[in-house]
Structure formats: C-alpha cells, structure tokens
C-alpha cells in the first residue's frame, strides 16, 4: 500500500537502528514519551523497543481516547440509554469500557439499552434520520481528530432542523493533557518520570498543525518530535529526539511532512471553534480533574447539547483500587506493574479503560509484548 | 481517492477496499489525491513530495552509516 509499507521496511529500521546507537551517550538515559495510542500500539506490534538502544526507554502517554475516559461519562451515556430511553450511538471502542456497578455500554445493551455502534459521527445523523421519534444521542469522545467530524454533525443537524438529536460531547485537548503530565500536582503522588522528550501525534496534528507544541517547548524545555504513525516514523522521531537532547535543544520539529504543517487544517479548526467552547476543567481518568483540557458545546447549540437538553450531570467515580491504569497512563508504572495484569484483566474481561482499546498500554502489551516478559522475569 | 461524489462524500480505495468516506474537512482533495481517513472523514493529505523527502532522509542516514562502518 502506497505510503504505507515504504514506512515499514525492516531493512531501513535496522539503519535507523545502528544510526542511534552510534549516537546514544552511552553514560545517560533518555526517556520518551509517545503521547498518542496509535503509536504505542505500532511501538509494540513492530517491536520498535527491541531495535532502540538499551539506554532508550519509551513510556507510554494518555492519548488512547478510551484509556482516559472516566467511569462518570461512562455512567450519563448509559443514564440516557437506560433512563432515558435515548438511542445511544457511539464508536465500538467506547462499548466494553467499564462503567459503575459492574455495568458497561454492552451489558447496558443487554439490559435493554438502544445502544448503537457507528462507525462516524455521521451515522449517528443517518440513525436520529431512520428514527424521527425517538431521541438520539452521538456519545462523542476522542482528541481533535474526532472532534472536527462531531462539529460537522451538529452543524448538519441544524441545518436540517433534525431536532431529535444531540451529542453528549466529552471531546479532550492533547497538548492541554502533554503540560499536565509534567506540572500536576499529582505528580508527587506517583512520582515523576524523567521525561526528555515527546513523540508528539499524527493524527492530531494533522488538524491542529505542529504550532501549538511551541509554546509548550519552550515552557518547559522538552523537545517535541510529531512523528507519523509507521514504525519507521517512529524510530526517526526517537533518533530526531536524541540529537536534540544531546545538542541540549527544546525545540518543535516535525517529521510527519508528509502530512502536517505548522497551521494543521484551518478548515477543521473553524468548525470545531464554530461549534464548540473550552470547558472550565474536565475528569481524565488517570490525571484527575484537568483545566482547560476539554470541550464543550456553545450556548448556541444548546438543543443539540445532550447534557443540557436531559440535563443529567456529571459524577465522578473512583477507578476499581487495584487497578494501576492512572500511573500507567502517566507513564510511572508498566502494565506488568499491575497485580491483575493478564490474569482478572484480560481484553476479553477488562477491569481498567487501558485493557479495552488496542490502542492502550495494557492491551498492547496483552497482544503483543506480554510472551516476551517469561525470559526476562526468569533472568531477573 | 478513486471518486468525487455529490454532497462532499468520495469513495477511497486502500489495500483493495474501497469506502465511502466524507471529504468536507478536505474540499481541496481531488481524485487521485492521498488523503488520511479517520472516523470516516478525510483529515488531512499525504504530500507526495515530503513523503519523498522523508524516505529519502531515512535512505541517507543508511548511507552515512554505511560510510561510517568499515
Ligand atoms: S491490567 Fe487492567 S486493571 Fe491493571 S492497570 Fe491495566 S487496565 Fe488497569
């Protein structure tokens, strides 16, 4: 596939591979974090760890959009289907997420909730269409790749006068949740990572552009390296990475060209402006409570905003207490950390968020790094 | 993309699939364009030429390293 496999040769790997460790400082360690669930699942399905340099460790970052919704939004989209009686639609990811009393959107759906997969925000219009009437909520979740697609649909929605629909809009900020994770006061709590440096994502640069890293960057001296989501892009992020830490170097640098620029697509970002306002502080699971970190829906939108229109609030909900997702998602801990790793959490039964997507730590590692654990525990 | 379609849809072929997608967050992309598909919407295009580039790079470090090693 054109501009898919050139990205994935091994030959090329293995140089990238040598060029790093010809240029690693063999008397440090370097530290990076992937912010984006698209690139740890590639760092795991390729292998990426095992062709770094032993002085390299990448640490897992928040952005699986589902590892870091928290159990309360879980718990209104299900209010809305079970109390509501409302068509519930919402990406296949969200369904198996664990809610509160051991429910989730699936066991909700056995419950005799209307609760709907769609593969688009568009969908979820097509569904409000077929069903004039009853009422039909978009359950909306993800970063600024998501959000754009969710703007369209309000926007169409009024357009059309489709007044049977809404959106129960939990839409997240990456470089809002990349400042927390180096200023929050829950840092002392789980103790601090050295973190030298960023991979920042594809996807959502793509929309936002690589500028809003900047000020970041330079704030608190952590180079930023957007990287495209082969494991080729990721090895030359990492080694991009290298230089700048050893050149002593905070800079923004981009090495998806390919793809993002230093304005992102200003189509998409005036119809999120459009639609959407920046909420005061939103509930991460993991980082708790984060400022200016979320959307919501303007005052003009208020019809379509699900959470005004059944005027249902948030709650929030501890996490279940064994399980390590909110160290895991700061990058603190690993998933073998986890007593339950593997055992009670399994992608099939998760107890924690980071077990559902194949995008999060947990689940990752369950598919593809968790048989490479046996030799090194038995080392150990 | 293989297809414009009306009302800002276009039909997208990967890997010997092909899908309806929307193209309102991309207007400019044209048939034949690469573009990047998420949730069913195109984000954003692949540019040819910085792909190019970036291949490229990956192939010249090869090259340096080769010089490098004896
Ligand atoms: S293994 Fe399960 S319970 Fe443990 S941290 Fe991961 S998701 Fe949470």
């Not at chain 1, 530290?31 to 640490?59: K, Q, W």
């Not at chain 1, 897992?60 to 109390?83: N, S």
């Not at chain 2, 207007?27 to 998420?38: N, T």
Request: hydrophobic content about 40%.
């Amino acid at each position: 596939m054109k501009y898919i496999d050139e990205f994935r040769d091994g030959d090329i790997a293995r140089r990238i591979a040598e060029r790093l460790q010809a240029e690693v400082d063999p008397s440090r360690q370097y530290g990076f974090m992937e912010f984006c669930g698209g690139h740890t699942h590639a760092i795991s399905r390729y292998g990426v760890n095992d062709l770094l340099p032993a002085n390299v460790r990448m640490i897992h970052g928040p952005g699986c959009p589902v590892c870091v919704l928290p159990i309360g939004r879980i718990d209104m989209a299900i209010r809305l289907a079970l109390d509501h009686g409302a068509i519930v639609c919402t990406y296949g990811d969200t369904l198996r997420v664990p809610a509160s009393g051991g429910l989730s959107l699936m066991r909700a759906k056995a419950r005799g909730g209307d609760i709907r997969m769609v593969y688009s925000a568009a969908d979820a219009l097509t569904v409000a269409r077929d069903n004039p009437q009853r009422e039909v909520v978009f359950f909306a979740i993800g970063f600024e790749t998501t959000t754009p697609p969710t703007a369209l649909a309000i926007l169409r929605a009024q357009r059309e006068g489709l007044n049977n629909f809404s959106v129960l809009c939990c839409h997240v900020l990456t470089p809002a949740a990349i400042t927390h994770i180096l200023e929050s006061p829950e840092v002392s709590r789980y103790g601090t990572v050295p973190l030298d440096g960023f991979v920042g994502p594809a996807h959502v640069s793509i929309v936002i552009g690589s500028a809003p890293y900047e000020p970041f960057a330079a704030a608190y001296r952590k180079p930023v390296v957007i990287a495209g989501f082969e494991p080729l892009d990721v090895m030359q992020a990492v080694l991009m990475l290298v230089r700048q830490v050893n050149e002593g170097r905070a800079e923004v640098e981009n090495e998806f060209t390919r793809a993002v620029d230093r304005q992102g697509n200003a189509g998409a970002q005036h119809k999120m402006a459009q639609v959407f306002a920046m909420r005061p502080a939103f509930e991460w699971r993991g980082l708790g409570e984060v400022p200016h970190s979320a959307l919501c829906m303007r005052p003009e939108f208020a019809q379509f905003d699900a959470e005004r229109r059944f005027d249902i609030g948030y709650s929030a909900v501890a996490d279940n207490k064994a399980c390590e997702c909110g160290a895991i998602l700061r990058g603190v801990k690993k998933p073998t950390d986890c007593r339950i790793f593997g055992t009670v959490c399994t992608p099939e039964n998760p107890v924690g968020s980071c077990m559902v997507s194949s995008e999060g730590a947990c689940a990752a590692h369950y598919a593809y790094g968790r048989f490479k654990d046996i030799p090194v525990r038995a080392s150990a | 993309m293989v297809e414009l379609r009306d009302d800002e849809q276009a039909l997208v072929e990967l890997g010997g699939l092909r899908k309806a997608i929307s193209v309102e967050l991309v207007p400019e992309a044209r048939v034949g364009d690469y573009v990047i598909v998420h949730v069913g919407h195109a984000i954003g295009m692949v540019d040819p030429d910085e792909a190019e580039r970036t291949l490229a790079l990956f192939g010249e470090m090869a090259e340096a390293v080769k010089g490098a090693t004896p």
